[in-house]
């Protein structure tokens, strides 16, 4: 049986590449909190190209074609498929990791957030290394 292609949305040509552990795309509460995520990162939902989990080699061979500068993990589902690992999201966040040739930082999704505000410092300081590297805003 042939396997479907990711569902994704977005430009192909985004130079940041999202993976949403809730397959969201800006929906509800939580997607509502990553679009105000990515507005602080100087990011309009309409430049980046969003995808929902799915089969790990057709995200492979998505990212592939695309070659995004950056690919934002959102939660610990995306993290895992990415990365290819069992770690908790907790270890993996606060740093570039490499998938495809391309810089892949893990951080806690919104809906997290929502439940647990404590969090949301650790994403800002994970965004503004996105930031820094996909060469977004000029601030910190």
């Known amino acids: 049986p042939s396997v479907s292609p990711p569902a ?3 430009p192909l040509s985004a130079s940041v590449f ?3 552990s809730e397959n969201l795309f800006f929906a509800g509460e ?14 309009s939902p309409d430049h ?4 929902g989990t799915g089969d790990q080699e057709e995200i492979q061979k998505l990212i592939n074609k695309v070659s995004p500068k950056v690919i934002v993990a959102f939660g610990e589902p995306a993290a895992r498929l990415i990365l290819n ?3 908790q999201i907790a ?6 990791h490499t998938c495809c040739g391309s810089n892949v930082m893990p951080t806690f999704h919104p809906s997290l957030l929502l439940l647990q505000p ?21 601030d910190s």
């Open 8 to 10: 994704y949305k977005g």
């Open 18 to 20: 999202i993976l949403d």
């Open 30 to 43: 939580a997607g509502g909190l990553m679009k105000k995520i990515l507005k602080a990162i100087h990011l």
């Open 48 to 51: 980046v190209l969003i995808c």
């Open 85 to 87: 690992t069992e770690a």
């Open 91 to 96: 270890a993996l966040r606060g740093r570039f």
């Open 118 to 138: 404590e969090y949301k410092r650790q994403v800002w300081e994970d965004m503004k290394q996105v930031m820094a590297l996909a060469g977004l805003g000029n």
